[in-house]
T-cell receptor, first 110, second 114 residues
Framework: QKEVEQDPGPLSVPEGAIVSLNCTYS??????FMWYRQYSRKGPELLMY????GNKEDGRFTAQVDKSSKYISLFIRDSQPSDSATYLCAMRRGNNRLAFGKGNQVVVIP | ETGVTQTPRHLVMGMTNKKSLKCEQH?????MYWYKQSAKKPLELMFV???????ENNSVPSRFSPECPNSSHLFLHLHTLQPEDSALYLCASSQDRDGRYEQYFGPGTRLTVT
C-alpha cells in the first residue's frame, strides 16, 4: 500500500465552481499536512499547512484533516482560471521526509 | 534575487556526459534538499543537507553525486545517466529539518537524457 494516495485526475471545472481534492494515507504517525500548488514550469509552492485534525481556512481555500479516517481534503471556492495548476498533498512526522501524493491537475474553464 | 534559484532550467545530456545542477537559496535557511519529479509519480526525495552535512541519502544511485559547500548552495553532479533519469529535478530549502518549517522550492531543472 502506498503511503499517500492521490488521484492524479485531471479535474476540469467551470469558473466559479467549488474544487474538491483529497488524499488518503496509511501512516497514522503523520502529524503535519500540507497542500502545495504547482504551476506549469514552476516549482511547488506551499498553499495550506495544518497540524493534526481539523479545518483551516485561508481566503477561498479550506484544508480539512481527518486523522481517524486518514483522509485530507482541499476545497477551493469560487474557482478562478488562475487556480489552474497541479495540487500536491504532502505529509510528514517530525523531522522525517515529506511524503507526497502524485498530484492532481486542475483546470478551471472560463 | 530572492527565494530559491536553480540553473540551468533545461538540460539535455548524453549518457556519457558529466554535468552539474546548481541551486542557490537567498532565505538564510540551513536545510537544503534535492527532489526528483517524474510524470505521474510522487516527488521523490533524493538528498537532504542540514548545516552543510548530508543527513539523508534516499538510496540514490551513485551516478548522482550531491555537494553542499555552504548553507546557501547545493549542487547535483551527474555522470553516466540513464534515459530513465530524465525528469524535473527540484531543489528546496527550509529553516531546518524540523517538520514545523515550510520547504521552499526552486523552479526546477528539466533534465533530458538521450
Amino acid at each position: 500500500q502506498k503511503e499517500v494516495e492521490q488521484d492524479p485526475g485531471p479535474l476540469s471545472v467551470p469558473e466559479g465552481a467549488i474544487v474538491s481534492l483529497n488524499c488518503t494515507y496509511s501512516n497514522s504517525a503523520f502529524q503535519y499536512f500540507m497542500w502545495y500548488r504547482q504551476y506549469s514550469r514552476k516549482g511547488p509552492e506551499l498553499l495550506m499547512y495544518t497540524y493534526s485534525s481539523g479545518n483551516k481556512e485561508d481566503g477561498r481555500f479550506t484544508a480539512q484533516v481527518d486523522k481517524s479516517s486518514k483522509y485530507i481534503s482541499l476545497f477551493i471556492r469560487d474557482s478562478q482560471p488562475s487556480d489552474s495548476a497541479t495540487y500536491l498533498c504532502a505529509m510528514r512526522r517530525g523531522n522525517n521526509r515529506l511524503a507526497f501524493g502524485k498530484g492532481n491537475q486542475v483546470v478551471v474553464i472560463p | 534575487e530572492t527565494g530559491v534559484t536553480q540553473t540551468p532550467r533545461h538540460l539535455v545530456m548524453g549518457m556519457t556526459n558529466k554535468k552539474s545542477l546548481k541551486c542557490e537559496q537567498h532565505l538564510g535557511h540551513n536545510a537544503m534538499y534535492w527532489y526528483k519529479q517524474s510524470a505521474k509519480k510522487p516527488l521523490e526525495l533524493m538528498f537532504v543537507y542540514n548545516f552543510k552535512e548530508q543527513t539523508e541519502n534516499n538510496s540514490v544511485p551513485s551516478r548522482f553525486s550531491p555537494e553542499c559547500p555552504n548553507s546557501s548552495h547545493l549542487f547535483l553532479h551527474l555522470h553516466t545517466l540513464q534515459p530513465e533519469d530524465s525528469a524535473l529535478y527540484l531543489c528546496a530549502s527550509s529553516q531546518d529539518r524540523d517538520g514545523r518549517y515550510e520547504q521552499y522550492f526552486g523552479p526546477g531543472t528539466r533534465l533530458t537524457v538521450t
